[in-house]
């Protein structure tokens, strides 16, 4: 057995980052335009993902709430920059939440008026640009899909303005083991000369809570 110092190291950020998300999360404020978002405080990490990929249910079994954050089966319901942080803090100065988790509106396909998604996209794609807080921007992709042209537009974008993301497989309680692993290579080699991608591929279900350690501690090392 390996009790090296790394792997000590990393079994405490494991378990660390499970008792942070173990607290009460709560839904702060909606975003429609920017003009609507809050000041600049703690460190933000995003949501994004193609329309029905699994943010909302991905972000309910990170902090162990069924209900906080809203799912749909129609795809583009989530339509505003949705705010989420751990409960307990009075927004006093000195007193503000270590992180907050942005839940982003669902690009590609979304039952509205073209206008209206165009909307969505300045405003998203504004907000990716100019928020100083945000940390990290982790893309959802679901394990089934892999990666498609809207979501290598969007890696695009995030490249060309400097704004560090990481990859997530999304339901891969969907696939095959064989299938996931080769997937999870497949997607790592697309990615690693991208200048803004940050190379470790995570694997995750929000119905089997598979990954969601892992994602937590990703989140908890930024802040």
Known sequence: MNNSPENDSEAELLARARQFFAKPWIFVIGVPTMSF?????????????????????????????????????????????????????????????????????????????????????????????????????????????GLKTNDLDVLNMLDTAAVSY????????????????????TTRQQIIKRPASYPVVLVTSSQKHNGLDELRAEILSLF
């Open 166 to 185: 990481q990859i997530v497989l999304t339901k891969a309680d969907k696939i095959k083991t064989q299938a996931l692993e080769n997937l999870q290579h």
């Open 37 to 145: 978002l809050p000041p600049e405080g703690p460190v933000e990490v995003a949501f994004a993902g193609r329309s029905n990929v699994g943010k909302s249910s991905l972000i309910n079994a990170l902090v162990n709430q069924k209900g906080l954050a809203r799912t749909s089966n129609t795809p583009g319901r989530t339509q505003e920059l949705n705010y989420f942080v751990p409960d307990g803090f009075s927004g006093n100065e000195g007193d503000l939440p270590p992180v907050a988790i942005v839940d982003m509106p669902g690009y590609g396909f979304a039952k509205a008026p073209k206008a209206q998604v165009a909307k969505w996209t300045r405003m998203v794609f504004s907000y990716l640009r100019g928020r100083a807080t945000l940390r990290r921007v982790f893309v959802l992709i679901d394990a089934r899909h």
